[in-house]
C-alpha cells in the first residue's frame, strides 16, 4: 500500500542478486474512504513517466477513484512511482477545458465543436489556396496514444502534405533516436530493463534515473542494494540521489560530457579493454573513433572538465572490467552540448567493449515521456512512419502504396521540419497556421520571451488541443477540448519496446473528445481521400486504427504484426512481436547483425559538429552492410560559457513530483503540496560569495530573461546553478498574460539546439545571481 | 634527395592560407547577417574558427614550401570587423524578426558555398601534391583539413536545401 510515498519516493526494498526475478511489490492507492471490493478495475498502464508501468484503474460510479500496479506486468512487477499513484486525480479537476473555446474580439468564448472545426477547416482552406501546404504547421507532444500519432501523421504527410510536423518529443528524445540511427541504422533500443538483473556493471550519463524514473530506479536499487552489487558509474554535474549510490561519479562541468566520455574511451583502448574481434567483425569506424579518443588522455579530459583524472581512469577501469555493462543516458546528455556526439560515444564504448545483445549488456538511449517512442515509429516527430528513410525513394513508395496515394503528395523534398525552425518561419510569417496538441510550448520552448511574441503574432492562426486551460491556450485563436489518459483507448510504447493498452476507464468530461477523434473529424470535414475516394485515413476507430498501423510496420524493425488488443490485455510485449515471434523481443541485435544496409537503415547520417546531411552515395562508401558505426567527434566548447557579467552555468530540469508543465500534477494535491513552488539550487560555495542564505529570495538572471526563486542551498560544483523546469505561470499569472509572474527556468534559456538531433539544449547558457529578500522564518527553518 | 625545388607549391599553399582567412571572414560574416537564424549563427562561428585554425596549421608548410610562415590567423575579427559584425548582428536582428530574410539567406548561402568549394578543391590539389611530394606530414595536415572543408561544403548544402523549397515556394 502507499504509506507515505511523497516522503520516501522509491518505498521499500525488495533486493535480490544478479541473475534473479525481480520480486513483485504492488503499490496501490485508492482515495479515502474507498475499498477495493466496490470499484472496477480497468487495465492500463501509467503515462507519467517514460518507463511505462503496467497499471490498474479503479472506478467507482463512473468516476476514478484510485490506481494500482500490475504485477504480472514486466516493467514494474507491481510498482508504481509518486507521480502514477497520485496523478490521475487531476482528470476530475473543476478547471478542466469541457467546451471549445474560440477567439472573439479578443476574448475565448464557448461554442460549439461545429464551429471550432469549421473556423479550423476554413483557416486551413485557406492557407492551402493562398500559399500551400507548407503554411500550415503541426507541434504535438510525448503523450498521445500510437493511433493518434499514426493519424496526426496521415493527416499532416498524406492528407495536407506538409513536412511541418514535430512533437515536443524534440526536447526530450530527439538524441535518443538521432543516436540510435547514428550507430545502429536504425531506431529502437537494444537493450531491455530485465538487464538490470543481469548486469554486473552499471554506466548511467546525464541520467537523474531517480527522480525521472522512479520505477526503474527501484529496479536498480534492488539489485545495488542486494547480493553481488552490480558497480555504478555515474556521469552528472549535480550531486543527485543517484551520485551518491555510484561507486565512480563523475562531477563534471557541464557541457563537456564529450571530453569525459572520450578519456573513457582513450583508456579503454590504451588498456586494451577492447573486444577487437568482434569490434572487426561488426562495426565500421573503428579507426576514426581511435583517432579522436587518442588527443583526450584523462588529463586533457580532465582539464576541460574540471574532474580529477584519475576519476576518469577509475571510471574507465570498472568500465574496462565489466563482463556485463548495461548503459544509459538521458537529458544530462540529450539536452547538453554536443548531444549526439555524446549519446554516440556512450553507444561506442558499449561496442568497443562487445557489450551489445547480451543478457546484462547493452544500451538504453532512454526516453523522456511515456508515448516517445510512437511518435518516433509513427512519424508524428520529425521522422518517417515505420522508421522509413525519407531519403530512400522505395521507402516513400511503400507509404504510398500503404495510404493509396500518390507518392508526390509525401513532403520528401527536404528533411521534416523541427520545431525550432518552425517557429523561424512563424517569425518570418510563412507558417502562418500552428496546431498545437497536448503540448504547453509557451513553458516548454527556450527562450520564453521570443515564444510568446511568436505564438502571439496576429498572423498566426493558433490552434491549441489540450484537456486543461495552460498559457498556450491563453494565445490561442481556437482552443480544442481533448480527453485525458483514462478517458480513451489505445497504446504506447516506452524506451524498452514495451508496448502497452491503456483502456478507457472513464467518460471524458463535458464535451471533451480524444485527440484521435479531433483528428479524424478534421479529416473528414476536410475531405480527405485517396486515390480511389475513399477516406483518409480509413479508419474510425483506436482499434481500426492499430490493426492499420501494424499493417506500416510490417517487415521493418519496430514490426509490431504479432500484437493485438486482445493480447496486451496480457500485459505489456516488446517489440518486434511477429507471428515467428509471438512473444515479441527482448533483446535486440544478439547475432551482432545491424539494420544499416542503405535499403533498410532509417537514416544515412549526419555531421555531429555541423548537422551536414550524408547522402546514400556518402553512405554506401562507408558500406556498413549490417555492421554497427562508430562515429566520434571532438570536444568543442559550449557557445555560452560564463563569463565575468554571467559568471554562473545554468542547468534546469525535473523533480520526481512534477511532470513537464504541471498541468497534470499541479492539480493532483500531495504532488502539488510536495513542491508547490519554484527555488534555485546554488552550491554553498556561490551562495557564501554572493551574500545569500537558505531560503532567500534570489534573482536569477540571463541575457534572456530573469525569474526569482528561493535559494536552496546544496552540495556540488561551485559555479552552478539549478532550476527545476516546470513552473509556468497558468496558477500565478494576471490577467491572462503568460508573460507575469512566470517563474519559467525557459525565461533564462538560449535558442541553440543541437547540430544533428536538433534537440534544443535547455542546459546551456550563463547567468548571474543576486538577492532580493530575506527568506522568510519558515524556510529559513526547512520547512518551506 | 636532390630534387628541384617545387616552385609552384609554395604559391598553391599561400593561396590555401588566403582563402582559408578569407573564409573565416565569411562565416563570421553570415553569422552575424543571419544571426536570428540560431543554427545559422552558431555553426558559422564554429566553422570561422575551423577555418582560422586550418590557416594556422598551413604556417610551417608555408615556411617550408613559401619562403615565410605568412601572417598568423586570429579567431577574433579585428576591431573595425567586430563593430561591423556587431551592427549586422543588430541589423539581422531588428529587419529578420519582422520581414522575410529567406532569399537573403539563400543568397548568402550560395556565396558561401562557391568560397567553400574553392577551399575543397585547393586542399584536393594540395593532397596531391603532398603526395607527389612525398611529404607525410603536409599529406597529414591535408587530410585532417580536406575532410573538414567537405563538410563544411555539405553543411552548406544541407542547410540551402532545408530552407530553399520553404522560402522560394510558400513565401
Given amino acids: 500500500m502507499a504509506k507515505d510515498r511523497i516522503g520516501d519516493v522509491w518505498g521499500e526494498r525488495t533486493p535480490h542478486g544478479a541473475g534473479t526475478e525481480w520480486p513483485a511489490r504492488v503499490d496501490t492507492f485508492l482515495q479515502p474512504g474507498v475499498s477495493e471490493d466496490e470499484v472496477r478495475w480497468v487495465h492500463s498502464t501509467c503515462i507519467l513517466c517514460s518507463n511505462g508501468c503496467g497499471m490498474d484503474v479503479a472506478v467507482r460510479d463512473g468516476r476514478m477513484v484510485g490506481v494500482r500496479g500490475q504485477e504480472f506486468d514486466r516493467v514494474n512487477h507491481g510498482r508504481l512511482g509518486p507521480k502514477g499513484l497520485f496523478g490521475w486525480q487531476a482528470n476530475r479537476s473543476s478547471d478542466r477545458l469541457t467546451r471549445p473555446l474560440v477567439r472573439r474580439n479578443g476574448d475565448l468564448v464557448e461554442t460549439d465543436w461545429d464551429t471550432a472545426l469549421d473556423i479550423v477547416v476554413r483557416r486551413t482552406r485557406e492557407l492551402l489556396e493562398e500559399a500551400g501546404a507548407g503554411a500550415l504547421g503541426f507541434y504535438n507532444t510525448g503523450q498521445l496514444f500510437l493511433e493518434e500519432y499514426y493519424t496526426l501523421s496521415v493527416v499532416a504527410k498524406a492528407g495536407l502534405g506538409t513536412p511541418h510536423l514535430d512533437g515536443n518529443t524534440r526536447l526530450c528524445t530527439a538524441t535518443a533516436d538521432e543516436a540510435l540511427k547514428e550507430t545502429f541504422g536504425c531506431d529502437g533500443d537494444p537493450a531491455s530493463y530485465s538487464d538490470i538483473e543481469h548486469c554486473d556493471t552499471l554506466f548511467l550519463v546525464g541520467h537523474n534515473v531517480a527522480e525521472t524514473q522512479t520505477v526503474l530506479w527501484m529496479r536498480m536499487l534492488d539489485r545495488l542494494h542486494g547480493p553481488d552489487r552490480p558497480r555504478l558509474v555515474v556521469v552528472d554535474p549535480r550531486t543527485t540521489e543517484v551520485a551518491r549510490e555510484a561507486d565512480v561519479h563523475i562531477a563534471l562541468k557541464k557541457g563537456t560530457n564529450v571530453a569525459v566520455l572520450n578519456g573513457i574511451l582513450h583508456e579503454l583502448l590504451h588498456n586494451g579493454w577492447v573486444d577487437r574481434t568482434w569490434v572487426d567483425a561488426h562495426t565500421?569506424?573503428?579507426?576514426?573513433?581511435?583517432?579522436?579518443?587518442?588527443?583526450?588522455?584523462?588529463?586533457?579530459?580532465?582539464?576541460?572538465?574540471?574532474?580529477?583524472?584519475?576519476?576518469?581512469?577509475?571510471?574507465?577501469?570498472?568500465?574496462?572490467?565489466?563482463?556485463?555493462?548495461?548503459?544509459?543516458?538521458?537529458?544530462?546528455?540529450?539536452?547538453?552540448?554536443?548531444?549526439?556526439?555524446?549519446?554516440?560515444?556512450?553507444?561506442?564504448?558499449?561496442?568497443?567493449?562487445?557489450?551489445?545483445?547480451?543478457?546484462?549488456?547493452?544500451?538504453?538511449?532512454?526516453?523522456?515521456?511515456?508515448?516517445?517512442?510512437?511518435?518516433?515509429?509513427?512519424?508524428?516527430?520529425?521522422?518517417?512512419?515505420?522508421?522509413?528513410?525519407?531519403?530512400?525513394?522505395?521507402?516513400?513508395?511503400?507509404?504510398?502504396?500503404?495510404?493509396?496515394?500518390?507518392?508526390?503528395?509525401?513532403?520528401?523534398?527536404?528533411?521534416?521540419?523541427?520545431?525550432?525552425?518552425?517557429?523561424?518561419?512563424?517569425?518570418?510569417?510563412?507558417?502562418?497556421?500552428?496546431?498545437?496538441?497536448?503540448?504547453?510550448?509557451?513553458?516548454?520552448?527556450?527562450?520564453?520571451?521570443?515564444?510568446?511574441?511568436?505564438?502571439?503574432?496576429?498572423?498566426?492562426?493558433?490552434?491549441?488541443?489540450?484537456?486543461?486551460?495552460?498559457?498556450?491556450?491563453?494565445?490561442?485563436d481556437v482552443v480544442l477540448p481533448a480527453a485525458l489518459w483514462g478517458e480513451k483507448t489505445g497504446t504506447f510504447t516506452n524506451a524498452d519496446r514495451t508496448v502497452h493498452l491503456s483502456e478507457q476507464a472513464?467518460?471524458?468530461?463535458?464535451?471533451?473528445?480524444?485527440?484521435?477523434?479531433?483528428?479524424?473529424?478534421?479529416?473528414?470535414?476536410?475531405?480527405?481521400?485517396?486515390?480511389?475516394?475513399?477516406?483518409?485515413?480509413?479508419?474510425?476507430?483506436?482499434?481500426?486504427?492499430?490493426?492499420?498501423?501494424?499493417?506500416?510496420?510490417?517487415?521493418?524493425?519496430?514490426?509490431?504484426?504479432?500484437?493485438?488488443?486482445?493480447?496486451?490485455?496480457?500485459?505489456?510485449?516488446?517489440?518486434?512481436?511477429?507471428?515467428?515471434?509471438?512473444?515479441?523481443?527482448?533483446?535486440?541485435?544478439?547475432?551482432?547483425?545491424?539494420?544499416?544496409?542503405?535499403?533498410?537503415?532509417?537514416?544515412?547520417?549526419?555531421?555531429?559538429?555541423?548537422?551536414?546531411?550524408?547522402?546514400?552515395?556518402?553512405?554506401?562508401?562507408?558500406?556498413?552492410?549490417?555492421?554497427?558505426?562508430?562515429?566520434?567527434?571532438?570536444?568543442?566548447?559550449?557557445?555560452?560559457?560564463?563569463?565575468?557579467?554571467?559568471?554562473?552555468?545554468?542547468?534546469?530540469?525535473?523533480?520526481?513530483?512534477?511532470?513537464?508543465?504541471?498541468?497534470?500534477?499541479?492539480?493532483?494535491?500531495?504532488?502539488?503540496?510536495?513542491?508547490?513552488?519554484?527555488?534555485?539550487?546554488?552550491?554553498?560555495?556561490?551562495?557564501?560569495?554572493?551574500?545569500?542564505?537558505?531560503?532567500?529570495?534570489?534573482?536569477?538572471?540571463?541575457?534572456?530573461?530573469?525569474?526569482?526563486?528561493?535559494?536552496r542551498l546544496v552540495e556540488g560544483r561551485q559555479g552552478a546553478v539549478f532550476l527545476p523546469f516546470h513552473y509556468g505561470s497558468w496558477d500565478t499569472s494576471r490577467d491572462g498574460d503568460p508573460a507575469s509572474g512566470s517563474r519559467a527556468a525557459n525565461e533564462l534559456t538560449m535558442t541553440i539546439w543541437d547540430p544533428a538531433s536538433k534537440q534544443p539544449l535547455l542546459k546551456a547558457g550563463a547567468v548571474r545571481i543576486t538577492k532580493v529578500g530575506d527568506a522568510p522564518e519558515a524556510r529559513r527553518r526547512g520547512e518551506g | 634527395m636532390g630534387r628541384a625545388e617545387p616552385v609552384h607549391v609554395g604559391p598553391l599553399l599561400e593561396r590555401l592560407h588566403e582563402v582559408e582567412v578569407g573564409l573565416a571572414d565569411d562565416y563570421r560574416l553570415t553569422g552575424e547577417r543571419h544571426a536570428v537564424e540560431h543554427d545559422v549563427f552558431h555553426v558559422s562561428h564554429t566553422l570561422a574558427k575551423q577555418c582560422v585554425a586550418h590557416a594556422n596549421r598551413l604556417r610551417p608548410m608555408l615556411e617550408r614550401y613559401a619562403g615565410g610562415p605568412g601572417d598568423e590567423a586570429s579567431e577574433e575579427p579585428s576591431g573595425l570587423a567586430d563593430a561591423l559584425a556587431g551592427a549586422r548582428r543588430k541589423l539581422s536582428e531588428a529587419l529578420g524578426r519582422r520581414e522575410v530574410p529567406g532569399l537573403l539567406l539563400l543568397r548568402d548561402l550560395t556565396n558561401l558555398f562557391v568560397a567553400v568549394a574553392e577551399c575543397e578543391l585547393l586542399w584536393t590539389v594540395a593532397g596531391q601534391c603532398a603526395q607527389a611530394l612525398r611529404d607525410a606530414e603536409l599529406l597529414s595536415l591535408v587530410t585532417i583539413c580536406h575532410e573538414e572543408t567537405t563538410t563544411q561544403l555539405r553543411w552548406v548544402k544541407t542547410r540551402v536545401k532545408e530552407a530553399a523549397p520553404q522560402v522560394l515556394t510558400v513565401g
Avoid at chain 1, 517512442?373 to 521522422?383: K, L, V, Y
Avoid at chain 1, 479508419?539 to 510490417?554: N, V
Fill in chain 1, 284 to 476: 565500421v569506424g573503428f579507426d576514426g573513433v581511435a583517432t579522436i579518443a587518442e588527443r583526450y588522455p584523462p588529463e586533457r579530459a580532465g582539464e576541460i572538465a574540471e574532474v580529477d583524472p584519475a576519476v576518469i581512469r577509475e571510471a574507465a577501469r570498472v568500465i574496462g572490467s565489466a563482463e556485463r555493462l548495461l548503459s544509459t543516458c538521458l537529458q544530462g546528455v540529450y539536452q547538453s552540448n554536443q548531444a549526439t556526439a555524446a549519446a554516440c560515444q556512450v553507444n561506442n564504448i558499449n561496442l568497443v567493449r562487445g557489450m551489445i545483445g547480451k543478457p546484462g549488456a547493452g544500451i538504453l538511449q532512454m526516453n523522456g515521456q511515456p508515448t516517445a517512442q510512437n511518435t518516433r515509429e509513427c512519424g508524428a516527430n520529425g521522422d518517417m512512419p515505420g522508421f522509413r528513410n525519407w531519403q530512400n525513394d522505395s521507402h516513400m513508395e511503400e507509404l504510398a502504396r500503404l495510404w493509396n496515394v500518390d507518392v508526390s503528395v509525401i513532403p520528401r523534398w527536404s528533411p521534416p521540419t523541427h520545431i525550432m525552425q518552425m517557429l523561424r518561419y512563424v517569425e518570418t510569417g510563412s507558417i502562418r497556421f500552428l496546431w498545437v496538441i497536448g503540448t504547453n510550448p509557451a513553458v516548454s520552448l527556450p527562450e520564453l520571451g521570443r515564444v510568446r511574441s511568436l505564438l502571439a503574432k496576429e498572423d498566426l492562426f493558433l490552434v491549441v488541443s489540450d484537456a486543461f486551460p495552460t498559457e498556450t491556450t491563453m494565445l490561442a
Fill in chain 1, 506 to 711: 472513464i467518460e471524458p468530461p463535458g464535451e471533451a473528445r480524444s485527440d484521435l477523434a479531433i483528428l479524424l473529424d478534421y479529416a473528414r470535414r476536410m475531405g480527405f481521400a485517396d486515390r480511389d475516394g475513399r477516406p483518409l485515413p480509413p479508419w474510425d476507430d483506436p482499434e481500426s486504427a492499430f490493426e492499420a498501423w501494424k499493417e506500416c510496420s510490417r517487415g521493418r524493425p519496430c514490426d509490431y504484426t504479432g500484437i493485438t488488443y486482445e493480447r496486451l490485455r496480457g500485459g505489456g510485449i516488446q517489440w518486434p512481436c511477429t507471428e515467428e515471434h509471438p512473444e515479441g523481443t527482448e533483446r535486440l541485435y544478439v547475432d551482432g547483425r545491424f539494420p544499416t544496409e542503405p535499403e533498410e537503415c532509417e537514416e544515412y547520417g549526419k555531421d555531429f559538429v555541423t548537422g551536414a546531411q550524408n547522402t546514400e552515395a556518402e553512405y554506401r562508401a562507408m558500406n556498413p552492410a549490417g555492421r554497427a558505426v562508430l562515429k566520434a567527434a571532438d570536444y568543442v566548447p559550449s557557445h555560452e560559457e560564463p563569463d565575468d557579467e554571467y559568471p554562473l552555468a545554468l542547468n534546469t530540469g525535473r523533480t520526481v513530483y512534477h511532470w513537464h508543465t504541471r498541468t497534470k500534477t499541479g492539480r493532483a494535491p500531495q504532488l502539488q503540496e510536495a513542491a508547490p513552488d519554484v527555488w534555485v539550487e546554488v552550491s554553498r560555495a556561490d551562495a557564501s560569495a554572493n551574500g545569500i542564505g537558505e531560503g532567500d529570495l534570489v534573482r536569477v538572471e540571463s541575457r534572456r530573461g530573469a525569474v526569482e526563486a528561493p535559494a
